[in-house]
């Protein structure tokens, strides 16, 4: 199985200041096969990203995916409070589908 | 739009089978090109793809888990299904419905349903 590790494992940051996680995997990732997911306490994941840049349908421009091969990276411009959450990285390259362990973004 | 609603039992004795279901509103579970999918995450932990069904009832299950699974569509009532025999405590989880949109993407998740091994 493909192994996502993803770095740090927590990230303590201001609203307005920018958020850089990061996340690699174990084998490349072809056709960039790589998605974000936001998950707030209680609730769902939510897409954020796939593509590996491509942003799902109504998610604010503030975040953005980029990377290729082996190492990529979610960037959220400028926090805003509802952004402080878990997030994974997902692969879809090979079967079965894996996620990475999850970054909490949390409140500095 | 699409949204999942999940239904089942939060509790479950050891061995015996764990059984959910999702239904599907806002668009028929046979239109479209699709995968019915389930997804779980163990407390505290991160997330684990367990299989999913096609819209022609066409399954295909992680094959890093033990074969304990079983996905089935039911076209009837818009929903599809996740049994699980023989559970233990390491079954105890979260488990989400999901639908993939090819390749890979789940978008929209159900709400999610905690289910506990216990007697």
């Known amino acids: 199985d493909i192994v996502l590790t993803q770095s740090p494992g927590t990230l303590s940051l201001s609203p307005g200041e920018r958020a850089t996680l990061s996340c690699r995997a174990s084998?490349?990732?072809?056709?960039?096969?790589l998605g974000w997911y936001q998950q707030k306490p209680g609730q769902a994941p939510r897409l954020l990203i796939y593509?590996?840049?491509s942003r799902a349908t109504g998610i604010p421009d503030r975040f953005s995916g980029s990377g290729s091969g082996t190492d990529f990276t979610l960037t959220i411009s400028r926090l805003e409070p509802e952004d402080f959450a878990v997030y994974y990285c997902?692969?879809?390259?090979?079967?079965?589908?894996?996620f990475g362990q999850g970054t909490k973004l949390e409140i500095k | 739009q699409v949204q999942l609603q999940q239904s089942g039992p939060g509790l479950v004795e050891p061995s015996q089978t764990l059984s959910l279901t999702c239904t599907v509103s806002?668009?028929?579970?046979?239109?479209?090109?699709?995968?019915w999918t389930w997804i779980r995450q163990h407390p505290g932990k991160g997330l684990e793809w367990i299989g999913y069904?096609?819209?022609?009832?066409?399954?295909y299950y992680n094959p890093s888990l033990k074969s304990r699974f079983t996905i089935s569509l039911d076209t009837s009532k818009n929903q599809f299904s996740l049994k699980l025999n023989s559970v233990s405590a390491a079954d105890t989880a979260v488990y989400y419905c999901?639908?993939?949109?090819?390749?890979?993407?789940?978008?929209?998740w159900g709400q999610g349903t905690l289910v506990t091994v216990s007697s």
């Open positions: 999901a639908r993939e949109v090819p390749w890979g993407r789940f978008d929209p």
């Open positions: 593509g590996a840049s």
């Open positions: 084998q490349s990732v072809s056709s960039n096969h």
């Open positions: 806002g668009g028929s579970i046979s239109s479209g090109v699709f995968y």
């Open positions: 069904t096609d819209n022609s009832g066409t399954t």
């Open positions: 997902q692969q879809y390259t090979h079967s079965p589908y894996t």
